[in-house]
């Protein structure tokens, strides 16, 4: 075989570089399995054996700790790049397995060396994948390397699963959990380890949102342990602000029940770049559980109570509004159901300054084509209305309730204060400890005693702090709990519709009350009264009808009959003769003030009125340029003849505009001597009115 790989290197191949792969598969074989990159390493020496320089050998190492089994490996990849480029004479391995163990990603480079004749070199021979038979053969090493693998991944993974199956399979514990001696697991030794993670349950318990979780924390100068797993402080807990991410870890971990489980996520297939995608499974499709395992922080229950909590808060689909109570003053958000469409309704806010206005909004089915809101509630009187039958409800029980939340006040700041002295005693600890290390170091190792010296008073800081801080927020508790303070819980003790009612109050608490009392509230709105139809917890439900509120332009509505007094008066006076009728008559406007002709014009307009101009056109009347153009004279002559008495002119509004009867095809001229001959004069003829602009 040595003899014939003489043979297929070529003068043109020795032109070309060698590139050496070397790869191990996990960084725990990197640092454990030193023969096998070794020998990895040696094949260079037969690419020197071959004719290669040893300038022109270079060696990819950089996927040193990564999988032959994905496809996102940098090294890989700028290895069938140099190949597609025609750089490479020749590619060395140690075998197979160390290029891919993905036939997709091992065929694709056979097919690449073979177009830019790139030899490839393993421990026992050297092949040119132009060569049908090296092909083969190369491709059947493939494929038996990737069958290799997932003989011993299914090996390894029956066998851990069947550990699993039993309990006994180890594996990496949350923070508030430690192995004993005897591989059991127990709650961790540190006590403010795990005071810090009773007391995440407990606030979540209290404020309902991760979110708020992590303010709490913050308000009250609280850090949260983590343990770091990998790097050079592996093993050690360090303390840091508590995260969003790491509480909803937390919440979301069986492990905290005392529950020992396995299998919660699986890989159901890989991405482009060949990268495992892992999901999530269902409870009922998980591989182990076994409650009750081991000691544990909650109970079953609530960790199912806090993983529904957490899925009403996220935003999504119809639950978009279903989030944890926020500090707007809306009563019913979240809990808002369109009546029209079933829908869960949005809070919008209107106006501005000083004074918003609730609104409940709802697009529905409209909401995906941007149309227009199923139905818009104004939520103000909403929320009163519903307030007052919870008060109505829980006024019975405003003593107790008002006692527990005064106990859960005064616990609450109890085990705050608990945990921040627990802060403070980690840190004398660590300054005692920094000090005797000083007193122990020789004085005359002065290098060494300067950076002990360094460490205590670092420490002895840190410790200063720690208790200005601890001071500092148990004098804020002090002050949220004065005696005043409980004089005023007490007093409200025996009012709970003082205490709802209370402008201090949080919107925030009101909602949180309103949550743990009802499931939700429907609206509906009518045209003149809206549907409130509220369901409470325990399963009973009552329907309140709200009155639609009155706007004040509503209440200055002119009544029905001075309308239609407007509409008969209109056929034969205008607006300042119909306004002078009405006020002769007694009537008065919606605002009760008397009429004149702007007002009359106002309402024709408003209820659609056809003013006496437009009347007097569709009975057929000309205007002045009309008749004057049908009688070929001037219009200074039509005005002539109506002052004459010649035409008769009705007035057609408060401008002085006139029309004129239609005279059809008679002429106006041939009427002069007649009413010369009949001895009229202007003052006798009723029709005749100073001279005013015409139309």
Known sequence: MREKAFEKVRADHLGRKAYLYVRQST??????????????????????????????????????????????????ERLVSEVGMGRAGIVLSLEAARLARNNTQWHRLLEICAVTDTLILDEEAVYDPGYFNDRLLLGLKGTVS?????????????????????????????????????????????????ESVKHLFSTFRRVGSAFRTVQSFKNEGLKFPIRMHQGPRKGEV?????????????????????AYVYGRRTQKRRDAQGNPVVMRLPEQNWHTLIKDFHVGYISWDEYEENLKRLEANRRSGDDYNRTAPREGSALLQGIVLCGVCGKRMRVRYRG??????IQYQCKGLYENVAGKNCQVVAGDRIDKVVGDLLVKTINPDALDVALT????????????????????????????????????????????????????????????????????????????????????????????????????????????????????????????????????????????????????????????????????????????????????????SGQGKSFDGQRVRRICQSYGLKSRYKRLRESGMLTREELATMQSVHQGTISKWREQGRIKGHLANDQGQYLF??????????????????HTTVASNPNVTPRTKEV
């Open 27 to 76: 960084m725990r074989q990197v640092n454990e399995h030193q023969e096998s990159t070794r020998r990895q390493y040696a094949l260079s020496q037969r690419a020197v054996a071959l004719g290669w320089p040893s300038e022109s050998i270079e060696v990819i190492d950089e996927d040193q700790g990564h999988s032959g089994a994905i496809g996102a490996r940098q090294g890989f």
């Open 146 to 194: 990737e069958a290799e693998w997932h003989m011993i991944r299914s090996r390894l993974q029956g066998g851990m699963l069947n550990k699993a199956s039993r309990g006994e399979l180890k594996v990496r514990l949350p923070i508030g959990f430690v192995y004993d001696e005897k591989d059991r697991v127990v709650l961790d030794p540190d006590i403010q380890i795990q």
């Open 238 to 258: 360090i303390w840091t602000d508590l995260k969003i991410g790491r509480v909803s870890y937390i919440l979301r971990n069986p492990r905290y029940t005392g």
């Open 352 to 357: 501005g300054g000083n004074k918003l206005y």
């Open 405 to 588: 939340v005064h106990k859960e006040l005064q616990d609450r700041l109890d085990q705050a204060d608990k945990l921040r002295y627990r802060q403070v005693e980690r840190a004398r600890q660590e300054a005692e400890l920094a000090q005797r290390r000083y007193m122990r170091v020789d004085p005359d190792n002065r290098l060494v005693a300067d950076s002990l010296e360094a460490d205590w008073n670092i420490k002895l800081r840190q410790l200063r702090q720690a208790e200005t801080n601890y001071e500092k927020e148990r004098h804020k508790d002090h002050e949220v709990l004065s005696d005043q303070m409980q004089e005023k819980i007490r007093s409200l003790t025996e009012d709970f519709t003082r205490l709802w009612n209370d402008p201090q109050m949080p919107h925030r608490e009101k909602k949180r009350v309103t949550r743990l009392l009802l499931e939700d509230v429907t609206l509906r709105k009518h045209v003149d009264h809206i549907k409130i139809h509220v369901r409470f917890k325990a399963g009973t439900s009552q329907t309140l009808t709200l009155d639609k509120k009155q706007f004040p332009w509503e209440n200055w509505t002119t009544d029905s009959k001075v309308v239609e007094r407007i509409d008969c008066l209109l056929d034969d006076n205008t607006n300042s003769q119909v306004a002078s009728i009405l006020n002769s008559e007694g009537y008065l």
């Open 661 to 678: 009867e239609n005279p059809g095809e008679a002429s106006l001229r041939l009427k002069k001597k007649e009413f010369k001959n009949g």
